[in-house]
Each structure stands twice: as structure tokens, then as C-alpha cells.
């Protein structure tokens, strides 16, 4: 059988479909895609940091284990076993930054849009099943990502409690916003990024 590998950063169970980028392209043996892409991590986080990020992500993890965590409670159970893995006992000169010349890119024409109360400062690797969201477009409901692509996208809660969403790649930028857990979804901008096919 088949030893279970686990990404080095994050610590989700690694396959083919989430393995991140090295580099050249090929694919990393260490890292998922949402913690590492084209050779640099996604974000530069402090231990403390992944961990507070990650415990959003409590549900998915309590579906898997049988287990039902608060996001408090897990994200001190990541932050046991964070040093574990490899990024975090990297020495701070080796640690290959998240420096992806597209992610600024990408702020500065979503801040660009102007939308009142949306502002990014960071952005992270998120996959199309978890941001492709239905919208209702002439009164028929459609997908406008794609379930098995990765994004560099946020959420960004408004004063009203309603969030903003915001999803991006080398074609399309989408911004949307919705309510608790992605209940009525409305799309605000999707549109072809200037200049790229």
C-alpha cells in the first residue's frame, strides 16, 4: 500500500491533483498548490499565521475525521503539529518567498475596480471547487469557474455582513459577494482581463 504523503506546509493529504509547482513546471512532491506554486509559496505566513488560516477550513477537516473541532481547537492541534514539517524548520534564508509576479498584478487591477468596501492586500491559491459558486444569469443558473482549476482569490467581509469573494487567473478576474457560507451569491464583476486571451 501506498505510504499517505502530506503537504510540508499545510499538512492536507497530498495526490496528483493537488501537488504544487516547482520552477520549471514539474510537479512538487512536498508541497500542495495552495501553499506552493512555480517554485515560491503562495504566502509568506508566520507558523501562527497558516495555522489561523487553515482553521477556517474546520468543517472539511471535522467531515474526514469523525471529529468536531471548533476552529479554535484546530487550529491549536495545527499549531502541534506544524513543526513536524519541513517549512517550518527551514532555516528564514531558505525559505523560497512568495514573490509570483502575478499576484501583484492581480491586486492592482482588483483594487483597481473601485467596488466600495473591497480592498485586497494578499491573495491565495484556492481551488475552483471551493470558489465556484452558481449564480443566477437570466434566470438560469450557471458556474463561471472551473471545479478542478486553482485561483489566486480572498474573501473580504463588508461592513453589512455580507462578503465579498474574488477570484482571478491569467483570463478572467470574478468578483461576487454572498452571505453566511456562500448563501445568495450575486455576481458584481466577471470579465476578461486586459490583453490576455
Not at 501562527?48 to 492541534?77: D, I, P
Not at 518567498?97 to 466600495?116: D, Q, S, T, V, W
Not at 443566477?136 to 453589512?160: P, R, S
Not at 474574488?166 to 483570463?171: F, I, K, L, P, S
Amino acid at each position: 500500500m501506498k505510504e499517505m504523503k502530506f503537504c510540508q506546509s499545510c499538512g492536507m493529504p497530498l495526490n496528483d491533483e493537488v501537488l504544487g509547482t516547482n520552477v520549471d513546471g514539474s510537479k512538487s512532491d512536498e508541497y500542495c498548490v495552495y501553499c506552493f506554486k512555480d517554485g515560491a509559496f503562495t504566502g509568506d505566513f508566520t507558523m501562527e499565521q497558516m495555522a489561523e488560516y487553515c482553521s477556517m477550513f474546520v468543517e472539511e477537516y471535522n467531515k474526514h475525521t469523525g471529529k468536531n473541532l471548533t476552529a479554535c481547537e484546530y487550529k491549536q492541534e495545527l499549531l502541534k503539529y506544524y513543526p513536524t514539517l519541513k517549512r517550518w524548520n527551514l532555516p528564514a534564508d531558505a525559505i523560497p518567498h512568495a514573490n509570483h509576479p502575478m499576484k501583484k498584478i492581480f491586486i492592482e487591477e482588483i483594487n483597481a475596480l473601485g467596488i466600495a468596501e473591497l480592498h485586497v492586500d494578499n491573495l491565495y491559491v484556492l481551488h475552483g471547487a471551493f470558489v465556484n459558486q452558481a449564480y443566477n444569469v437570466n434566470g438560469n443558473e450557471v458556474k463561471l469557474l472551473d471545479d478542478g482549476a486553482t485561483y489566486w482569490g480572498t474573501q473580504v467581509q463588508k461592513t453589512d455582513g455580507r462578503c465579498y469573494g474574488v477570484a482571478c487567473d491569467e483570463r478572467y478576474l470574478l468578483v461576487s459577494e454572498y452571505g453566511k457560507d456562500g448563501a445568495d451569491a450575486e455576481l458584481v464583476v466577471f470579465k476578461r482581463r486586459q490583453g490576455r486571451m
